[in-house]
């Protein structure tokens, strides 16, 4: 295709993607006008719903709770995979299939299942532990949280030679710590990154889990105003679907800065 | 005592048997190249040397130190990899510096460094760049300037050319010869291409199965090969199966035909022995009547293959098959079919007796 040539969307394409689209922004659409209607008169268009909610002292309370779960969460998990996915991919690449295989198993086990099971193997632990939010959720959570963070950065580490920057590095002098923090981790920052995203997703959304352990997480408020106000709910539900968009435009964006550098590299050489 | 010393070393990878026994010495300042094919164990030897493996038995002694059981990154060795190995997130500056700074060097020294080094290996224009902007010969050479960064006891190259085009190769090759000339550093170099390694090293050590089979300058591996493994890696060989018929006056009998070879002088009558001839050392001249003087094998000329200034023929003949190379310019009066004499030097034939190559086996009957 040349330079000056426009690239045209064919007529049945255009109509599936309208098709798509209207699938997906018409129930937007139509939370958002709910949403803008007055709670005592139910006429649109009035922000009422919205201030109720950012008023609502719980409202912040629950969306710090959870971004707070969600940093912890994300943290954890880091902490735990990324050293154990760099080894595996060093040392142990035969591992390679069974942490895959489990990796999987959050998706197969029920959150309901999942959330009983952690209860009752969990109930020995100290309160500080068990019965706060930043202790048994988290655990919970970086469960959960597996199977993403874990296929993100198998997929990182497998875009770079592991072996030979680790090799290089050493070679230089460099110790085990500085290779995992100076060169390694900056290769596989955007695999990093795309875990921690869906990550902070997946927890300022789940409800299952919080709500059967009795702890008031976003997604439990959010459940809360359902039941009793209408119209601030649809607001709120627009504002939690903003967040989960905000981490998802900025997994967007770390992944296209990645393709154009593996573009220009494949240009170099 | 050399300054490195790889003594007897050996290493098993579960049934594959990588290293059996190599023992090498290098000197202050000597670059040496690992030559073998693939899976011969030069790459293994040259882990070993700088400590991503460890041997399961043998010692490793640079500068009088055992290095054996010494992790990597206490070695200073530096390293060229045959990947491109450059830290991605770093630009071409930075990656010369990376070892400097675990060292703790000032900023001021390491800026000094790196622009010298960049300036040697002729990429003072190329600093800022990210590996991803930099082609595969400037990636190695900023290899070359960060691995020399640190001021290494020695440099090892693990094949650092193989992924370039044979063009920057040959231009590589010799920039990496003349650097370490400048710097005597002591060298090992890792390759698989013959031509790499004879062209740069002061000596070069043939490995097959995990052993040396010949360590020797690059003459002496291409022109008195040790063993007829190193005869038929280095270079091409004509390989000629006979009986010494007189060891006293060096003749042998090689299929019926009598031939006088100076290295077969004091074997013993009987004794079967491989002829080694190089093409090169064949005088190739038009058959008249076939029985043309002595010392000659005739044949057929069955091909001709191009080769610049040489053109490479195959002879077929009733006692061997042979390859000569006579100059491009003689080779119309050779002509594909025609019945040609080639005479076999008696002193540019080397020997070996049959029963003195464990490794190689049976030697090949075609002539090659």
Redesign the interface.
């Known amino acids: 295709m040349t330079a000056g040539t426009k690239r045209r969307i064919a007529p049945s394409a255009a109509i599936w993607l309208l098709l798509g689209a209207a699938y997906f922004l018409i129930p937007l659409i139509a939370t958002l006008l709910f949403s803008l209607r007055g709670e005592l008169t139910g006429k649109c268009c009035t922000l009422d719903s919205y201030g109720t909610i950012l008023e609502d002292p719980q409202f912040v309370k629950a969306l710090r709770q959870s971004f707070v779960l969600s940093l912890e969460t994300i943290a954890l998990t880091l902490v735990i995979l990324v050293p154990t996915v760099y080894w595996v991919h060093l040392k142990l690449p035969r591992l390679r299939p069974v942490i895959s295989f489990l990796a999987l198993i959050p998706f197969v086990v029920p959150p309901i299942v999942l959330v009983v099971g952690l209860l009752d193997v969990l109930r020995p632990t100290p309160d500080w532990f068990y019965a706060k939010p930043y202790g048994f959720l988290v655990a919970a959570y970086v469960i959960l949280a597996f199977p993403y963070v874990y296929f993100s950065l198998d997929a990182g580490f497998r875009a770079?030679?592991v072996h030979?920057?680790t090799?290089?590095?050493?070679?230089?002098?460099?110790?085990w710590r500085?290779t995992l923090f100076?060169?390694i981790l900056?290769?596989i920052?955007a695999a990093a990154l795309a875990g921690s995203f869906l990550t902070l997703a997946i927890v300022m959304g789940e409800f299952t889990i919080a709500s059967l352990a009795a702890f008031d997480t976003f997604p439990v408020y959010i459940q809360y105003i359902n039941q009793t106000k209408a119209y601030p709910a649809a607001a709120v539900s627009l504002m939690s679907f903003g967040i989960t968009w905000a981490a998802m435009l900025a997994l967007l964006f770390v992944g296209r800065g990645r393709t154009a550098?593996t573009a220009?590299?494949a240009g170099?050489? | 005592m050399a300054y490195v010393e790889l003594q007897d070393l050996h290493r098993v990878f579960g049934d594959v048997v990588a290293l059996d026994g190599i023992s090498l010495s290098l000197e202050r300042g000597e670059f040496v190249s690992l030559l073998g094919p693939s899976g011969c164990g030069k790459t293994t030897a040259l882990r070993l040397v700088?400590?991503?493996d460890r041997p399961d038995r043998g010692r490793i002694v640079v500068d009088g130190k055992d290095m054996t059981r010494v992790?990597?990154?206490?070695?200073?060795?530096?390293?060229v990899?045959q990947?491109?190995?450059?830290?991605?997130?770093m630009t071409a500056e930075r990656n010369v510096q990376?070892?400097l700074r675990?060292?703790g060097v000032t900023r001021e020294e390491r800026a000094r460094k790196v622009a010298e080094l960049l300036e040697l290996v002729g990429l003072g224009q190329a600093a800022t760049r990210y590996p991803?902007?930099?082609?595969?010969g400037m990636q190695q050479r900023v290899?070359l300037a960060?691995?020399l960064a640190?001021e290494p006891r020695m440099l090892?190259l693990d094949e650092p050319l193989s992924a370039l085009d044979a063009k920057v190769r040959v231009q590589l090759r010799e920039e990496i010869r003349r650097i370490q000339s400048r710097l005597g550093i002591t060298t090992i170099y890792v390759t698989h291409d013959q031509e790499e390694a004879l062209s740069v090293s002061d000596r070069v050590a043939v490995l097959s199965h995990g052993r040396i089979e010949q360590i020797g300058t690059p003459s002496e591996i291409y022109g008195s090969p040790a063993t007829p493994f190193v005869a038929e890696f280095i270079g091409t060989m004509n390989r000629l199966e006979a009986t010494v018929l007189d060891g006293g006056r060096g003749e042998i009998d090689h299929g019926g035909v009598r031939l006088t070879v100076d290295a077969a002088r004091g074997r013993q009558t009987g004794e079967r022995v491989l002829v080694l001839v190089r093409p090169e050392s064949l005088e190739l001249s038009v058959s008249a009547n076939g029985a043309e003087g002595e010392n000659i094998l005739v044949g057929e000329v069955l091909t001709h293959t191009f080769l610049g200034p040489v053109t490479r023929l195959k002879l077929i003949g009733p006692s061997a098959d042979l390859i000569a190379d006579v100059p491009t310019s003689r080779v119309d009066s050779l002509p594909v079919g025609r019945r040609v004499v080639a005479h076999v030097p008696s002193s540019g034939a080397r020997l070996l007796s049959l029963t003195e190559d464990p490794v190689s086996g049976e030697p090949d009957r075609d002539g090659r």
């Open positions: 770079i030679d030979t920057l090799e290089a590095s050493q070679s230089l002098g460099a110790t500085t100076r060169v900056p290769n920052r550098r220009q590299i170099t050489r | 700088a400590g991503f992790p990597p990154n206490r070695r200073d060795m530096g390293m990899f990947a491109y190995s450059l830290f991605p997130n990376f070892g675990v060292r991803h902007q930099l082609s595969g290899a960060r691995a640190i090892l």
